[in-house]
């Protein structure tokens, strides 16, 4: 089983409507990460978490907002999508304590649509 | 700020050979990581490689291995004796080590090609 899973995989909505992604982890880890990926580019970050309790806005936090609702869960929300958000979402995982100076780990991503 | 450059937007290798991908980065931190990921066409996002600044030797990982040198401020990854299945999106990233961690700044990745 992957250690890093994402629903759904893909995704296709309209405009103005709420979506949310989700991301699980069995690895453990206690930093959470979300990233999209557009054609042509590298993945930039949106929004990351060390744990419960801590939220932090990344390059391109507009848009988006998000939940840590346990250790391994981490969900990433579009209120109003529009489609200039279409792009493939990755989360991703990661813990200073499994060595390799915190190396970030990332789910299959979501292919997201926005009509 | 930090910033990945990878100058190669894409590569074509024959099978066997060896293969360098270049980067360069720019930071102010004095304590960085380094870091390639591959992408293959069905989309994931695999991690290869790490090489932290004040690592003495160069990183190797089976067939990868990273030239890392620090005051040119590059960090190239080599691929020895290359595959088929090498063909793929390659991505170098990096992250500052001091203080809280934050995500990893990517470069735009380049596609390489394995011929037969």
């Known amino acids: 089983d992957a250690d890093v899973t994402q629903t759904p995989r893909n995704r296709i909505t309209k405009t103005g409507k709420r979506i949310m992604l989700e991301c699980s982890q069995t690895?453990?880890?206690?930093?959470m990460y979300w990233y999209r990926q557009d054609p042509g580019l590298g993945l930039r970050l949106i929004y990351y978490?060390?744990?419960?309790?801590?939220?932090n806005k990344g390059e391109i936090s507009d848009g988006y907002s998000v939940s840590r609702q346990a250790q391994a869960k981490f969900s990433l929300s579009l209120e109003s999508a529009i489609p200039n958000q279409t792009a493939l979402y990755f989360c991703?995982?990661?813990?200073?304590?499994?060595?390799?100076?915190?190396?970030?780990?990332f789910g299959p991503g979501t292919r997201l649509t926005v009509l | 700020a930090q910033k990945i450059t990878q100058t190669q937007p894409g590569m074509f290798v024959q099978e066997k050979e060896a293969v360098t991908l270049d980067c360069t980065y720019d930071?102010?931190?004095?304590?960085?990581?380094l870091f390639w990921y591959k992408q293959p066409s069905s989309g994931e996002m695999i991690f290869l490689i790490y090489?932290?600044?004040?690592?003495?030797q160069n990183a190797t990982e089976g067939r990868y291995s990273l030239n890392f040198q620090k005051a040119r401020k590059s960090a190239n990854l080599v691929i020895s004796a290359s595959q088929l299945g090498d063909s793929a999106m390659y991505f170098c990233?990096?992250?500052?080590?001091?203080?809280?961690?934050?995500?990893?700044?990517f470069g735009k990745g380049t596609h390489l090609i394995i011929q037969p």
């Open positions: 978490s060390f744990d419960v309790k801590d939220i």
């Open positions: 991703a995982t990661s813990s200073p304590a499994s060595g390799r100076s915190d190396t970030q780990y």
């Open positions: 990233a990096m992250r500052s080590l001091g203080g809280g961690a934050d995500g990893l700044t």
């Open positions: 930071t102010s931190d004095p304590s960085y990581g």
């Open positions: 690895k453990g880890h206690d930093r």
């Open positions: 090489q932290g600044s004040y690592d003495q």
